[in-house]
């Protein structure tokens, strides 16, 4: 029978360099493989051309590279480009690259599917296979750099956490990966210029206020109206508004760090006053912006986009509240590529 081989990207340095001189290597020689493995992005040992052939030949008797491979890529009329990403398992995940004049960002998944049930978002339709792991994480960023830099002649700017899945639900593989990302062993981004989205949950927000990160933090909020919020997002009834605000107000006590909202307004759900002035009052418990988000429907039900009129409305009374807030436009839509709202097309 064989024996499954060890993805070699789940292995430390130290562990790399342990395993060379077990096998009668110099430690040095992990470094290397380390080198090749995050800062170079290598897919195959065969790519590592300052190893030996033989070394190579054992690593490869000893490991795989799960990698991804980016299986579909669309590209929109404004620019945005969308993956269908295959993982080693042949489960497909969504990432986008999202470019405007000054910079262009990557939105990334972080599971296979979602295991939250909100009402609204497509990927939520797709039960929740596995998390993914900090390499595929990793991978789907060097890919959005590689196409950054090819289609627009800039390297990646900003990733954002809000494809496919709950990054929270995922928390150590997603730190692991940020790490990789943030690290000058890997592609050295300043963790300044990453955002972590959550749908609201509350004690994985605190841990991350303990670990210390120094990533931003926003908040799918969509609703201060716990009874609206609970319909929309039924899993929030675990993690309601009183605790998510305490979350936030200790998250922004141990890191200083401003909360953005995410903040999608529809039709009849969230586009009347009371919903208006619950918003309004939820943001002034901790700094705060707000996103205003266009949906992008993903069949005829009951969420559809609100009037202009209603998006008016929070913008007047968000401002005169004086709480930063932008209207975020849908993306890729003759591509279908709503960040946040990725569907599993293939």
């Known amino acids: 029978m064989e024996i499954e081989k060890k993805d ?53 008797n000893n490991f795989v590279i799960n990698h991804i491979k980016v299986d579909t890529m669309q590209r929109s009329e404004d620019g945005t480009v969308k993956n269908a990403v295959r993982l080693h398992d042949g489960l ?23 295991s939250l049930d909100c009402n609204f978002c497509a990927t939520a339709r797709l039960k929740r296979m596995r998390n993914l792991e900090p390499g595929e994480i990793y991978d789907q960023v060097v890919a959005i750099d590689r196409e950054s830099r090819l289609y627009y002649n800039r390297p990646l700017s900003n990733i954002v956490f809000m494809g496919m899945g709950e990054p929270l639900m995922n928390y150590n593989n997603v730190m692991k990966a940020i790490d990789m990302i943030t690290s ?16 609201g949950v509350s004690k994985m927000i605190k841990k991350m206020a303990d670990d210390e ?13 716990e009874e609206t919020r609970n319909r929309i997002m039924p899993f929030t009834k675990n993690f309601q508004l009183p605790e998510l605000k305490e979350a936030l107000q200790y998250w922004y006590q141990k890191t200083k760090s401003k909360v953005t909202y995410e903040y999608v307004v529809w039709k009849g759900i969230n586009d009347d006053k009371a919903s208006i002035d619950a918003l309004v009052k939820f943001c002034k418990y901790v700094p705060c912006k707000v996103n205003l988000i266009e949906y992008n429907p993903i069949d005829d039900g009951e969420f559809q986009q609100a009037s202009d009129e209603a998006i008016d409305n929070y913008i007047k009374a968000l401002e005169r509240n004086d709480i930063v807030a932008k209207v975020r436009r849908s993306r890729g839509k003759d591509i279908d590529a709503a960040c946040g709202q990725l569907a599993n097309k293939s």
């Not at 110099?26 to 195959?44: C, I, M, P, T």
């Not at 497909?92 to 979602?114: F, H």
């Not at 990160?213 to 109206?225: D, Q, R, T, W």
């Open 8 to 60: 070699i990207r789940s292995l430390t340095k130290a562990q790399l360099r342990d395993f060379f001189v077990a096998n009668g290597d110099k430690a040095f020689r992990g470094n290397q493989v380390y080198e090749w493995l995050w800062s170079k992005a290598s897919h195959s040992f065969e790519d590592m051309t300052n190893v030996s052939k033989e070394t190579r030949a054992m690593l490869e």
């Open 92 to 114: 497909i995940v969504e990432s986008v690259l999202i470019p405007t004049e000054t910079r262009t960002t990557a939105c990334v998944s972080s599971q296979v599917g979602c």
């Open 213 to 225: 990160v120094k990533f931003k933090l926003a908040v799918s909020l969509h609703s201060a109206v």
């Open 184 to 199: 000058e062993e890997g592609l050295g981004m300043s963790p300044k210029r990453i955002t972590v989205s959550t749908s």
